[in-house]
């Protein structure tokens, strides 16, 4: 019975493990099928978010490494101007703000879908375009002028893939319709330019009241 009990134990710890093999291995079976994949992530809560948020970053990082080394027949960025770091954290917030975008307007929109799932239908529908930077940085590398054709096929395949996932996976987490789910996509576009363009608002104004604090600052000191 004692023994039963620490093997129930040690499957509920491994369970949740980030790197478990249950866990990853369901990230491919929602690839491979995106609306039984979606419904149970919902329903049955098989998804991660902390696999979801790996995969992001993995996606940033696959990202950047495309930016800095792919073949130069596709490739005219200027490697200095790409920093791994602030790409990072740039599509870090970008994800979140998706997530948040999307949350608004379904909670309008009667969605059944959690933050939590929206976070990880967003999080998994990246991985075909992540698969898509590492074949076409790849192929690349041998590519010719006139084959670049090829590698702009296989990163489109990915972004379109991961398009598809997504939209697949909003319309089964929230349990919409075809024409609700793309009313919810294009709105959820406008919240996310509406936030984007609040906090830009805001961080002006933080700038302008520390400039104002800092001329009294100067001011006084001059004076002084």
Not at 94 to 115: D, H, K, P, Q
Not at 196 to 214: E, N, P, R, T, Y
Request: hydrophobic share 55%; proline share 1%; charged share 15%.
């Amino acid at each position: 019975m004692d023994e039963e009990r620490r093997l129930s134990v040690k499957e509920w710890f491994a369970s949740r493990q980030i790197f478990s093999k249950d866990k990853w291995g369901y990230v491919w079976h929602t690839v491979i099928h995106p609306v039984d994949g979606f419904y149970e992530i919902r329903h049955r809560d098989r998804g991660s978010l902390a696999v979801a948020i790996v995969l992001v970053i993995i996606f940033s990082l696959c990202f950047s490494i495309n930016r800095l080394s792919a073949g130069f027949v596709v490739n005219d960025i200027n490697p200095r101007s790409v920093n791994t770091f602030t790409e990072l954290i740039s599509v870090l917030l970008l994800y979140f703000l998706v997530a948040v975008s999307n949350w608004s307007i379904t909670c309008l929109m009667e969605g059944e879908g959690r933050m939590k799932d929206i976070l990880i239908a967003v999080g998994y529908s990246l991985v075909p375009v992540t698969i898509g930077f590492i074949v076409g940085t790849i192929f690349s590398q041998f590519v010719a002028a006139d084959e670049s054709a090829f590698y702009y096929m296989i990163v489109g395949i990915g972004i379109a893939y991961s398009v598809f996932m997504l939209f697949v996976g909003i319309m089964n987490i929230h349990n919409y319709t075809l024409g609700k789910t793309i009313l919810t996509m294009i709105l959820t576009l406008v919240a996310l330019l509406i936030i984007i363009f609040i906090a830009l608002l805001f961080i002006d104004l933080i700038g302008q009241v520390v400039s104002f604090f800092k001329s009294i600052y100067q001011e006084l000191i001059f004076r002084g």
